[in-house]
């Protein structure tokens, strides 16, 4: 039996999922960084998901898990509170994209 190949499974297989979902244009390292990212939310085990995606605590941390846009506020807010003792509301603009 010969081994199925990565190109031809993402494009029959994989690709027609991600439009139907409308997330054409999506690769397999934003589907990666997504997936490190939502388990870190979701408080999952570092090292499990580090496991899952077959690299390093380090490699996982440092590149494939993102903060989530709303802990970066809570995190720019208490640094607010502890400098100045009160918080402006800071929010970030309907549609902006915060790397």
């Given amino acids: 039996m010969k081994p199925l190949a990565k190109e ?4 029959r297989s994989i690709v027609p999922k991600l439009e139907k979902a409308g997330l054409g244009s999506v690769n ?4 990666r960084r997504s997936h490190a990212s939502l ?5 999952i085990e570092v090292k499990f998901v580090a496991n899952q995606l077959g690299h390093s ?11 989530a846009v709303s802990k ?8 607010e509170i502890s400098l100045n003792g009160v918080q402006t509301e800071f929010t970030v ?4 994209v915060i790397n």
Avoid: K
Avoid at 57 to 67: E, K
Avoid at 93 to 96: K, Q, R, T
């Fill in 39 to 43: 388990m870190s939310d979701l408080g």
């Fill in 57 to 67: 605590l380090d490699v996982n941390q440092n590149i494939y898990t993102q903060s």
């Fill in 93 to 96: 603009p309907e549609g902006a």
């Fill in 72 to 79: 970066r506020q809570a995190a720019v807010n208490q640094l």
């Fill in 8 to 11: 031809n499974v993402w494009q």
């Fill in 28 to 31: 397999f390292q934003v589907m």
